[in-house]
């Protein structure tokens, strides 16, 4: 089945930008998708179609994509910002969708 | 008030059947899908499947399929996952989610999540 690959962990201090990853074989053709969930809530969609911002998404959080990985970027990091991130896009025959493993952001 | 609302935590034993419900409000319920994504307890998000309400048409991860029935009643606005026997591993929380054209299979719109335990 089709897999999507993040990194465990990734570790900013406050003020700086922290870079999680994202690859998977049919990024190149399928949108991707970010979400941040804190412990003991339900995730809330930061970027949609690779990189757009939904309302309310703070413009500190942006996407990019790049051959077989897209990237979400967080620029300024804040305190706030402390959270599990998780990638989404379909497999190649887009019948269905899958998040991958997910990413710690710790903010030092 | 745009929100999904789930219906309460549950606690049942291996072999027992489930059904547990997702109600949808403030916006035009047949006109998003809604998915359906386990969380195992300290584990991460896994995308289960989706379902068209207006016209019940279906989409299962392979992981998933034959393993839940994803369904859902447009009347009342509410989405359904089912199990017909549960097993221990099956012990996790289960969240709805609505996804749309606009932010193509994104989830915008999540439920707050049902706890389920299979436990003997």
């Known amino acids: 089945s089709y897999e999507l690959t993040q990194p465990p962990s990734v570790s900013v201090s406050p003020g700086q930008t922290a870079r999680i990853t994202c690859s998977g074989d049919?990024?190149?053709?399928?949108?991707a998708y970010w979400y941040q969930q804190k412990p003991g809530q339900a995730p809330v969609l930061v970027i949609y179609?690779?990189?757009e911002r939904p309302s309310g998404i703070p413009e500190r959080f942006s996407g990019s994509s790049s051959g077989t990985t897209v990237t979400l970027t967080i620029s300024g990091v804040q305190a706030e910002d402390e959270a599990d991130y998780y990638c989404?896009?379909?497999?190649?025959?887009?019948?269905?969708?899958?998040f991958g493993g997910g990413t710690k952001l710790t903010v030092l | 008030e745009v929100q999904l609302v789930q219906s309460g935590a549950e606690v049942k034993k291996p072999g027992e059947s489930l059904k547990i419900s997702c109600k949808g409000s403030?916006?035009?319920?047949?006109?998003?899908?809604i998915g359906w994504v386990r969380q195992m307890p300290g584990k991460g998000l896994q995308w289960m499947g989706i379902?068209?309400?207006?016209?019940?048409?279906?989409r299962y991860s392979p992981s998933f399929q034959g393993q839940v029935t994803i369904s859902a009643d447009k009347s009342i606005s509410t989405a359904y996952l089912q199990w017909s026997s549960l097993k221990a591993s099956d012990t996790a929380m289960y969240y709805c989610?609505?996804?749309?054209?606009?932010?193509?299979?994104?989830?915008?719109?999540w439920g707050q999540g049902t706890v389920v335990t299979v436990s003997s």
């Open positions: 179609k690779d990189s």
């Open positions: 379902i068209y309400p207006s016209d019940s048409d279906t």
């Open positions: 989404q896009s379909a497999d190649s025959s887009v019948s269905y969708q899958v």
């Open positions: 989610a609505r996804t749309d054209n606009l932010t193509g299979n994104a989830f915008d719109l």
């Open positions: 403030g916006y035009s319920f047949t006109t998003y899908w």
């Open positions: 049919a990024l190149p053709k399928q949108y």
